[in-house]
């Protein structure tokens, strides 16, 4: 995608991180300059976010200079700084960032996780298919320390899904309400040495990344239960302390 200013100005190599500051990497100038480049970047976000939003048939783009600002997320944006004469131009965008999240596994049971998020993606239409979104992938998830099966993300395209195949092996989507998508590998093997600090009082195993295991019931046959009457009167008790088992407490984190 073409700007009217020089993007290879603004952005020094040829995968950027933007953080919330919309400060580019390796910004140096007055204040004056600092505005500038902010506005700047925000058009470059804003301009990725609307074409991906346009490629996905969304109506309203998730990616924004707005949102990004308020939020504790990153955005990558891939250049191609030689072309256009050297002035370059914006090619990819990939969004991420943490989420907390209920995610079902393929038993049905819940976790709470808070794992990294792939939560938007554009390869510029004219370079599609040509290994660029794969080039801004590997290089967010060495950035963010990520193994692609460790990621959700949110309502990935029939295209995604498809990359994440083709480069990663990953199949077999597991489909979440919340519209997030998990592959195997995501979830810890319950008796593995990822997981620790088994609290049985409350059903509950948390896994070293953080990740929340519940295993006690759910819904309406996990929750509390008041004392049994006609238990009272065959016991010849007055009051009678429940003893039956209660639900998870689900924790925020
Ligand atoms: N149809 C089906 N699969 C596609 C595809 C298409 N039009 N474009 C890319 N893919 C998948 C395929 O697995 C493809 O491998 P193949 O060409 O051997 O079939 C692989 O991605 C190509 O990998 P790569 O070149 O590294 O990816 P990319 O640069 O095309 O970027 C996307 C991948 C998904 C970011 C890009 O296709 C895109 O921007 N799509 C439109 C927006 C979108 O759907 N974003 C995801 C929203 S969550």
Redesign the pocket.
């Known amino acids: 995608m073409e700007f009217k200013f020089d993007v290879s100005d603004i952005f020094p190599s040829s995968v950027v991180e933007i953080n919330p500051s919309l400060i580019p990497p390796g910004f140096a100038g007055d204040r004056r300059g600092l505005t500038n480049v902010v506005a700047k970047v925000a058009e470059v976000v804003n301009a990725m976010g609307d074409a991906?939003a346009a490629?996905?048939g969304l109506s309203n783009p998730i990616t924004t200079a707005e949102r990004l600002r308020k939020a504790d997320q990153t955005v990558y944006l891939l250049v191609d700084r030689e072309a256009k004469g050297g002035k370059g131009v914006v090619t990819?965008m990939?969004k991420t960032g943490k989420k907390s999240l209920y995610i079902f596994d393929r038993d049905g049971q819940h976790h709470h996780v808070s794992p990294p998020c792939?939560l938007?993606?554009?390869?510029?239409?004219s370079?599609?298919?040509?290994?660029?979104?794969?080039?801004?992938?590997e290089h967010m998830l060495k950035k963010e320390s990520a193994q692609p099966a460790n990621l959700a993300?949110?309502?990935?395209?029939?295209?995604?899904l498809?990359?994440m195949?083709?480069?990663y092996g990953l199949q077999a989507p597991m489909r979440q309400m919340n519209n997030y998508v998990v592959f195997d590998g995501f979830f810890p093997d319950v008796g593995s040495a990822d997981v620790t600090g088994d609290t049985p009082e409350n059903g509950t195993k948390q896994a070293a990344n953080g990740l929340q295991t519940y295993t006690g019931p759910l819904g309406r046959y996990g929750a509390p239960r008041p004392p049994c009457s006609m238990g009272q009167i065959i016991h010849n008790q007055t009051s009678i302390q429940s003893t039956e088992t209660t639900g998870p407490q689900i924790a925020s984190q």
């Open positions: 991906s490629a996905q990819g990939l792939v938007d993606f554009y390869v510029h239409e370079r599609q298919r040509t290994g660029l979104g794969k080039q801004l992938f993300i949110d309502r990935p395209s029939e295209k995604l498809s990359f195949t083709k480069h």
